[in-house]
Antibody
Framework: EVQLVESGGGLVQPGRSLRLSCAAS????????MHWVRQAPGKGLEWVSG????????GYADSVKGRFIISRDNAKNSLYLQMNSLRPEDTAFYYC??????????????WGQGTLVTVSS | QSVLTQPPSVSAAPGQKVTISCSGS????????ISWYQQLPGTAPKLLIY???HRPSGIPDRISGSKSGTSGTLGITGLQTGDEADYYC???????????FGGGTKLTVL
């Protein structure tokens, strides 16, 4: 069974940093691109970032470009999101999501259960 | 304001059919696949439709998807109370170089 388990969320002050992790199991991790998607409480979904299977291609939403860094460690079957210069508007549930197919198509299946990041003083 | 436009809410009675629209432009839906996601209350989103009209294994055939030009439609027949959820469309946007989502549609089964 494919499983994605996020961790690292919590309460952080504006301007500080936080690193999220996503532990993957049940599939060949280095065969798939991976993504982070977030959802502010009570709001819709927003794609944050994606990374190709060998980290050669990386993309970010304009809202996080220059502040967030996505990375992966294929040896550890893990995906990461380093979040710097955090702002209150970054408060959201952060979901790790796997590409549905080996060919990148920006379609996500499955998603992790999410980890909540709260940016507040 | 979302790049993809969905109705905020739809409703129908149990057993009936409902459709949810997703409107975009040539930079997104017009030239890329649409996917649809269901988010039950308090849970993570789940893929319902990929590549405009394909269902992942385990998704029943009363769920369907279609695309025409710069719009897509999700259809659900034989509505059940368990279908009450938020539904999102998504696609790649060539101009933004980003995945874009619709604002979401809340389905109520009366």
């Amino acid at each position: 069974e494919v499983q994605l388990v996020e961790s690292g969320g919590g309460l952080v002050q504006p301007g500080r940093s936080l690193r999220l992790s996503c532990a993957a199991s049940g599939f060949t991790f280095d065969d798939y691109a991976m993504h982070w998607v977030r959802q502010a409480p009570g709001k819709g979904l927003e794609w944050v970032s994606g990374i190709s299977l060998n980290s050669g291609i990386i993309g970010y939403a304009d809202s996080v470009k220059g502040r967030f860094i996505i990375s992966r460690d294929n040896a550890k079957n893990s995906l990461y999101l380093q979040m710097n210069s955090l702002r209150p508007e970054d408060t959201a549930f952060y979901y790790c999501a796997k590409e549905s197919q080996r060919l990148v198509s920006f379609q996500f299946d499955p998603w992790g259960q999410g980890t909540l990041v709260t940016v507040s003083s | 304001q979302s790049v993809l436009t969905q109705p905020p809410s739809v409703s129908a009675a149990p057993g009936q059919k409902v459709t949810i629209s997703c409107s975009g432009s040539s930079s997104n839906i017009g030239n890329n696949y649409i996917s649809w996601y269901q988010q039950l209350p308090g849970t993570a989103p789940k893929l319902l439709i990929y590549e405009n009209n394909h269902r992942p294994s385990g998704i029943p055939d009363r769920i369907s998807g279609s695309k025409s030009g710069t719009s897509g439609t999700l259809g659900i027949t034989g509505l059940q109370t368990g279908d009450e959820a938020d539904y999102y469309c998504a696609t790649w946007d060539n101009r933004l170089s980003a995945v874009v989502f619709g604002g979401g549609t809340k389905l109520t089964v009366l």
